[in-house]
């Protein structure tokens, strides 16, 4: 398996720390809004990688933060008048609500940066120990960015054309800094934010000292792949790397994975823009899955512009996947023949070719969008050669091979038959009605109809009542 690797600018061959293991991170959202369809593209891209290299048979430690500290959530708090830890809870139970409407996996670690800090501190005094950071005199700890000999080797910058690109910071005195390039690691608070106490002073940590310490505590101080948007990878990805490495005296990731944006008119998908869908907006609309399908028509390293007729595209495509699905499903169900002909096992060691092309694709630094070509070569196989003479061992086989590879893609073959409520309405009037004519089994019959779709029915003293499990 080949990954690319920003660290090196080329792909390399996957090969763990540990064999049989993949520990991951992925640099998750600041919690302040719901998430927009930009910020989903990394989740769904690494919860893609993380589906594969489970196929491969890797178990997968994969950890994904929050940042639930930070300048825009205290204004969005002062706003509403609240305390700030209302409003990071608040977006991420949003944020795992959408997630899940995208089919991705939860992590098997969601850390919050507030619930890290004894880390932080303790990360902090060894980088002081160690002469990599220093404390200004109203309690600030800055990273001396230059003492970090490999700064920029992630971003492949040198540090003079950064130190020119900051020299205006410096001059405009805002702060303490002995050199431009160095990053904060732990300020004072200001009246009013959150605050910790430490040896330095009373605040709070800088963002990227907190991927380093949760990474850290979680997947340990090597790490197999850490990941997220290409907007990353300077300063926060480097800075991570000069803290982790200075703090740890080991290499900290192996592979440093990044997205491409998501674009809207060729710019950035972004809430300081004012040009984003949230995932909201869109799964109103839309399946979800549209979504997760569209996302994933495009290499994760391109960038891909959002545009209603592209979703539109995106949903036909993918119902062309359902409808095959659909129809090899009803000839399954009526198909006679249990045993496989021996004509049935030569087209089944034909249709094989179709897994092989999405795992050379998926080998190829996950190349999604030759992996679903290939999704769609099975379904044409299988709308030609599934009929009503083939028997339900060919079509059982065929089916299984559709699910499994879409399953990999996060994608569910089959339709979401989202019940309205009126339709539920009209189903325990029915069996209301089966239940006066004493047809009982006809009444159970419909209550586990609508328990299979996640309707719960409750015979009260005022009726029946009903809702969503
Ligand atoms: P943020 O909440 O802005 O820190 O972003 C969370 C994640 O979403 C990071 O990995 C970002 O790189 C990523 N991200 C933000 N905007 C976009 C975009 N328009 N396209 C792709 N990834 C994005
Ligand atoms: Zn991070």
Known sequence: MQIYNTLKKRKEEFVPIEEGKV?????????????????????????????????????VNYVSNFTDVDDKIIKAANEEGVDP????????????????????????????????????????????????????????????????????????????????????????????????LDFVLWKPKKEGEPFWVSPWCEGRPGWHIECSVMSRKYLGEEIDIHAGGEDLIFPHHENEIAQSEAANGKPFAKYWMHNAFLNIDNKKMSKSLGNFFTVRDIIEKYDPQVL????????????????????????????????????????????????????????????????????????DDFNTADAIAAVFELVKFMNTNITEETSLAFDAVLIEELNGLC????????????????????????????????????ADEIRNELLAKGIVLEDTREGVKWKRA
């Open 407 to 442: 399953d990999i893609l996060g994608i569910k073959t089959e339709r979401k038959a989202e019940l309205l409520d009126a339709d539920i309405e009209k189903l325990i009037e029915e069996r209301q009605a089966a239940r006066k004519e004493k047809n009982f089994a006809r």
């Open 292 to 363: 997760r399908f569209f996302m994933l028509s495009a290499h994760y390293r391109s960038q891909l512009n959002f545009s209603a007729d592209l979703m539109e595209a995106a949903k036909n495509s993918l119902d062309r996947i359902l409808t095959a699905a659909d129809r090899a499903r009803d000839f399954a169900a009526k198909a006679t023949g249990e045993e496989l002909t021996d004509a049935e096992k030569a087209m089944l060691e034909e249709s094989k070719q179709y897994r092989a092309k999405f795992e050379e694709a998926m080998d």
């Open 85 to 180: 830890s209302v409003i990071s809870e608040r977006y991420i139970a949003e944020c795992k609500k959408d997630m899940e409407s995208l089919n991705v996996k939860a992590a098997t670690t969601h850390p919050k940066a507030t619930e890290e800090i004894d880390g932080m501190l303790d990360m902090i005094q060894t980088l002081i120990d160690k002469g990599y950071a220093y404390v200004a005199k109203d309690g600030t700890v800055y990273y001396s960015t230059r003492k970090f000999k490999d700064y920029g080797k992630l971003s492949h910058k040198n540090l003079d054309d950064l130190q020119g690109g900051m020299r205006s910071l410096l001059v405009s005195g805002e702060d303490q800094k002995e050199d431009p």
């Open 23 to 59: 520990k991951m991170y992925v640099c998750g959202p600041t919690v302040y809004n719901l998430i927009h369809i930009g910020n989903a593209r990394p989740m769904m891209v690494f919860d893609t990688v993380r589906r594969y290299m489970e196929y491969k048979g890797y178990e």
